[in-house]
């Protein structure tokens, strides 16, 4: 700790560049053009056509499993949630409508609402750009029902990689869970200002060593897991370049390694019940699309602070996993309420305009390094002309960045 599925951008009352989504009746879906049928079972996700005409589409999902389902449409980038049917009990049907751009997207059904979902499939929507209808106050309520979903999305997933994870580690498989440690934690750099809001769980998830030590806090999570996969030298220095990293540390027993494990999943799954709770909800409408913006800020800060000085992971080295993720949560955030910016003149779409600049920019550079999916280079391998290069990009971003919350309020 030093904290996408997202669906893109809200159309406001020009034409946008993504869908509108929500979950509705039957009886109001039938009004729609084209029925779409889905049929989710434990292991597929099934969709009646690949492609569909632009503009208003229904999904009847019916599941065919034994366990509660959800289906989503995604984004072409497969991350960001363009529209999701959620809690559908064995036996039951619900329908996903959105109002659908021309474009790529993918299907994706998730019995048991958690890990990496089934049957991942293309969609394609052809056609004319369709103008969105709606009143400001519903886009931007459906902007904070998107955020939640792609939260939940994230935390879904989360929960099975750190069981997979933790098992490695409690049974000594070191090599697999030195692997499986960047991959784990890019769920929970994505969305981690919701867990910093909930008192002491994101410091028993996240806190580095040096922080629990001053704070007389029980060190636990991912970084006390971190410490043992990584030994370091006997005259190795904590991440305050000052404590010795030995001081009142030794590697744990397999009893100790049982007890942080367990504690990780049990906090995660705290993390889970919050999101998956109503009292989410309430939180997340009361901050409204500002709360989106500021958690996009808060993810960018994160980088700032701790990614980029390299002592976010200081004994794996994996801070540009946590990095790349924390710049991906942030600009899924972006993506969700950048219309609402471009809606308020030129001022605004200059300012949108700067910042999508600014992360492909971003984005550019880290490329150069790996990727989420393959692996990034040791932070250890950066040159100090990389890091400047990094931070002066990240400085760059940050400008317009700052901005966007009193823009999109005015």
């Known amino acids: 700790m030093t904290s996408h599925r997202l669906a893109g951008a809200v159309a406001l009352g020009v034409v946008g560049t993504l869908a509108l989504a929500g979950c509705v009746a039957k009886a109001d879906a039938a009004a729609t053009d084209d029925g779409l049928t889905v049929t989710s079972t434990a292991d597929t996700c099934a969709v009646s056509s690949a ?50 751009q021309p474009g790529d997207y993918y299907t994706l059904c998730k019995p ?12 394609t929507v052809t056609g004319d750009a369709v103008a969105a209808t709606g009143d400001d106050a519903q886009q931007k ?37 030195q692997a499986q440690f960047p991959q784990v934690r890019a769920y929970y750099e994505r969305i981690e200002p919701v867990a910093e809001a909930l ?17 007389g806090l029980d060190w636990t999570g991912f970084h006390r897991l971190e410490k043992d996969l990584w030994v370091p030298a006997q005259d190795a220095l904590n991440s305050d370049g000052e404590t010795p990293a030995w001081q009142d540390w030794a590697p744990s027993t397999p009893a100790e390694r049982a007890s942080y494990g367990d504690q990780l999943i049990a906090d995660v799954q705290e993390l889970y019940d919050y999101v998956h709770g109503g009292e989410f909800e309430k939180t ?120 966007l919350t009193s823009t999109i309020l005015e």
């Open 141 to 177: 309520q459906q902007a904070v029902d998107l955020y939640a979903a792609f939260v939940k999305d994230q935390v879904g997933q989360l929960v099975p990689a750190v069981q997979a994870f933790v098992t490695a580690y409690e049974s000594g498989d070191d090599t697999a869970a």
């Open 284 to 403: 997340l409408d009361a901050q409204g699309i500002a709360g989106i913006s500021n958690g996009a800020i808060a993810l960018l800060n994160e980088v700032a602070t701790g990614k980029i000085t390299g002592e976010e992971d200081w004994w794996s080295h994996t801070d540009l996993s946590d990095f790349a993720a924390n710049v991906e949560g942030s600009k899924m955030a972006v993506s969700l309420v950048e219309d609402f910016a471009s809606a308020q003149g030129d001022k605004g779409a200059n300012l949108v305009k700067q910042i999508d600049t600014g992360y492909s920019d971003l984005e550019t550079a880290l490329a150069a390094y790996g990727s989420l999916s393959a692996g990034f280079v040791p932070y250890t391998a950066l040159t100090e002309d990389d890091k400047r290069q990094l931070t002066d990009l990240i400085n760059a971003l940050a400008e317009p960045l700052s901005q």
């Open 199 to 215: 008192g002491d769980l994101d410091p028993r998830i996240d806190y580095r060593e040096v922080d629990a030590v001053a704070e």
């Open 112 to 123: 048991g609402m958690v890990g990496d979902g089934v049957g991942k499939a293309p969609f």
């Open 51 to 100: 492609t569909a005409k632009s503009g208003t589409l229904a999904f009847e999902v019916t599941n065919s499993g034994s366990d509660v389902t959800e289906f989503y449409l995604l984004a072409d980038d497969g991350l960001r949630i363009v529209g999701e049917a959620e809690n559908i009990a064995p036996g039951a049907s619900r329908t996903l409508t959105v109002t659908a």
